[in-house]
């Protein structure tokens, strides 16, 4: 009797494995890939894909989607977005066959130099209240990208960002645990509380929002366009409320501010170009990370095994040593961006990796340099216009300063300035654009679009797009497949562990990797751990232009949606 009852248990353990299997596709992919032929949105929050889905089938551009898509978000994710921020994007235009960089990162106060810091004996900018607010621009950013490619009226276009915050939304599962967990070091700040804790607290999962002067604020930007942000009511009301708090920001500031259409950079991985922004973004540090990964056979090494990991974490520790050193504001230095892209310096800082150790510290390169939390989204339309965006006011909630009855935070983007060294190229100066963080991605195949793509998370992010590429490129997954993988994220210095020092800060492994790779990583000498909502956040769209059909991928990490029709 215990011998069968033994048998039908391992019968029924069976059955159940096997219904549990997917179909198709990796095992720790959590669902098939979204199709559609019309169109196509991927955010990062289900709303915002449908406001984006809504304005494409009302013939609007991919550009118009996009921009109704971040000002949702703005609304329903706002401790990692909004137009207290700043935008950055990569848009393939289907007419001219050519891509187009969009830098709308804001400046620093003109009125604010290194010396108020250096005079104060301050190490760096606080990160949080007035002192580290920069100027928004992501306003600017929208009607500029709006002006070269959009086509239905920014009234329409911001409709239905303008219904949710008058009406409510409810608030998603991830965005209500990074509101729950981020909101207490801001409660003071004057506006934080009034706007963000309707209930003395931050809303629940569930719990219905609104946001009636975020609303207003983006009517009056739908009806009076961008310099009713930059030059209107809304630009007074900054500049008094700073004023009244001790900070820096300026009506002149707003006025004069404009973002810039740039020349995005690319290197080619494996007959793949893959395109970034160049600085004062880090989108530089994923192209080398791929130029110095290009020389492996990474593919033998298979996904997920401790020589891919060493590997790549050597070449993240090699790229950001270099983004340390060099990425700055390109108007305030003559950086050496060629050399840096250089498949042969690539190959000389290759030398420096041991396959056999972790290394404590690597050197930035010997270059001359002359005296710089998000969201992502993407979306395609049906004239095949791809548009990749990123948005973000710096740190959950950011500078946590909300200006009278305007409904969002101003960005904290001014903390990354170095205030110690006044030769650093990211030494804070008057009118200076910061070191960013935030990069969208896009890959061409022999000059024609491939995949648009980003992944959003702050210093992860050109760790992230190299592992994305590498799962595409090098491993064969698929769009689903390539976000959803496990990944690691390396950051920090050596650290002393014990009666040894630990080579080369810390490498966090995300849930996924095998106990025999993490096992033979700490062999090699690196330092691992690991971290909740450190990984970061993918969206992407491909397209299959033989076909004319569009793929979407949105990961689990967040609450997105990738939807087409």
């Known amino acids: 009797m215990k011998k069968l009852l033994a048998s039908l248990l391992i019968l029924v353990l069976a059955i159940s494995t096997q219904a549990q299997d997917r179909l198709t596709g990796q095992t720790f992919t959590t669902r098939s890939e979204v199709l559609g032929k019309n169109g196509m949105a991927a955010t990062s929050q289900p709303l915002a894909t449908q406001a984006a889905l809504r304005i494409l089938q009302q013939g609007g551009s991919a550009m118009d989607a996009a921009i109704a898509a971040n000002a949702v978000l703005g609304l329903v994710e706002p401790a990692s977005c909004g137009i207290g921020g700043d935008i950055f994007a990569i848009v393939w235009d289907a007419k001219t066959e050519k891509l187009y960089g969009f830098n709308g990162s804001g400046r620093s106060p003109k009125s604010l130099d290194i010396d108020y810091f250096i005079d104060k004996g301050m190490k760096q900018i606080p990160l949080f209240g007035p002192l580290a607010v920069s100027t928004p621009g992501t306003v600017d950013g929208w009607f500029m990208m709006h002006e070269k490619f959009g086509k239905l009226p920014m009234t329409d276009i911001l409709a239905p960002a303008i219904e949710y915050g008058r009406e409510g939304f409810p608030v998603s599962e991830v965005i209500a645990y990074e509101m729950a967990t981020n909101y207490q070091n801001k409660i003071d700040f004057p506006g934080f509380a009034e706007t963000y804790m309707p209930n003395g607290r931050p809303p629940l999962k569930g719990e219905v929002f609104v946001n009636a002067d975020l609303a207003n604020s983006y009517d009056k930007i739908a009806k009076e366009g961008r310099d009713a942000f930059y030059k209107g009511d809304i630009a007074r009301t900054i500049d008094s409320y700073m004023k009244q708090h001790g900070g820096f920001l300026s009506y002149d500031d707003l006025a004069s501010h404009s973002g810039e259409w740039v020349e995005p950079l690319s290197t080619n991985y494996r007959g793949y170009d893959v395109w970034e922004l160049p600085p004062n973004g880090q989108g530089t540090a994923a192209l080398q990370m791929l130029n110095i990964l290009e020389g492996y056979d990474i593919k033998s090494m298979g996904f997920g095994s401790p020589e891919y990991l060493h590997i790549l974490t050597e070449a993240k520790k090699l790229a950001y040593e270099d983004r340390a050193k060099f990425y700055a504001d390109p108007s305030f230095n003559k950086l050496p961006i060629d050399e840096l892209l250089s498949k042969d310096y690539a190959a000389e800082r290759s030398k420096l990796i041991d396959p056999a150790n972790a290394a404590n510290t690597y050197p930035a390169g010997d270059l001359e340099i002359e005296t710089g939390n ?192």
């Open 374 to 565: 998000t969201t992502y989204l993407t979306v395609a339309d049906k004239d095949g216009n791809m548009v990749s965006l990123i948005q973000s006011i710096y740190y959950e909630f950011a500078s946590g300063m909300v200006p009278d009855g305007l409904g969002f935070v101003l960005q904290n983007r001014g903390q990354m300035f170095n205030v110690q060294d006044r030769d650093h190229a990211n030494a804070l100066e008057p009118g200076k654009r910061p070191f960013h963080t935030i990069i969208p991605a896009f890959i061409t195949k022999d000059g024609k679009p491939w995949i648009s793509f980003g992944l959003m998370g702050g210093a992860v992010q050109p760790q992230g797009h190299a592992q994305i590429v590498v799962n595409l490129i090098d491993f064969g997954m698929n769009l689903q497949e390539a976000g959803d993988a496990p990944r690691m994220r390396h950051v920090g210095s050596s650290q002393p562990t014990g009666s040894r020092m630990t080579n080369g800060g810390t490498l966090n492994l995300e849930s996924g990797f095998s106990y025999e790779t993490l096992r033979e990583l700490r062999k090699l000498g690196h330092r691992l751990g690991t971290g909740v909502g450190i990984y970061g956040g993918y969206q992407a769209i491909g397209v299959d232009l033989d076909r004319k059909v569009y793929t979407g991928a949105s990961e689990s990490r967040k609450d997105g949606q990738a939807a087409g029709y």
